[in-house]
């Protein structure tokens, strides 16, 4: 399966895999008309402004083969306190659509993302999941990625939602 850099004409393909995925996702976690009022529209713009920015993360898209975005990540240096910048990257969004789920686009998906961060000089990354987000959690512990205490709980959608911290080392 093809995986590349997202482009900026990726943005409006970006947005749909972030709106499918968080409405199948978070169904069981977030409201139904929060979920529902998730806009591709708004998203695209927002994906638009991420990936023309001089500062943009690095964004990564796996396609199928006729070209149609099926997931895709996110990463940068960590932005917060607690780690040193420089050798600690955030995993700060990786979602598929949800048809993808199960067909190995997620693992691939991860593991070229920890490539890129690799050979973009981390040492070390972190992501934060919500703490109900069991598949999600299996996900991330199946690639190595352990919970490090760090809980916090943040208001998405009007629900106040606990989100743990993993860690991943990237070197042995």
Do not use: K
């Not at 607690?82 to 067909?103: K, N």
Request: hydrophobic share 50%; net charge neutral; with cysteine.
């Amino acid at each position: 399966m093809p995986i590349r850099e997202a482009l900026p004409e990726d943005a409006a393909a970006v947005a749909a895999v972030h709106v499918l995925s968080w409405r199948a996702a978070y169904r069981d976690l977030l409201p139904a008309p929060y979920l529902a009022a998730l806009d591709v529209e708004e998203r695209t713009a927002v994906w638009r402004a991420r990936l023309t920015a001089t500062d943009r993360p690095t964004v990564l898209v796996a396609t199928d083969a006729a070209g149609r975005a099926l997931a895709f990540s996110c990463f940068r240096a960590w932005p917060g306190e607690g780690f040193d910048p420089g050798p600690t990257a955030e995993l700060a969004a990786l979602y598929a659509l949800p048809e993808a789920w199960g067909l190995g686009v997620g693992r691939a998906l991860l593991a070229a993302s920890t490539e890129a961060l690799v050979a973009a000089g981390f040492r070390t990354a972190a992501l934060w999941v919500f703490a109900g987000n069991a598949r999600g959690r299996r996900f991330y512990e199946a690639a190595g990625w352990r919970p490090d205490g760090e809980v916090v709980r943040e208001e998405t959608g009007g629900r106040v939602l606990g989100e743990l911290r993993y860690r991943r080392q990237l070197f042995t």
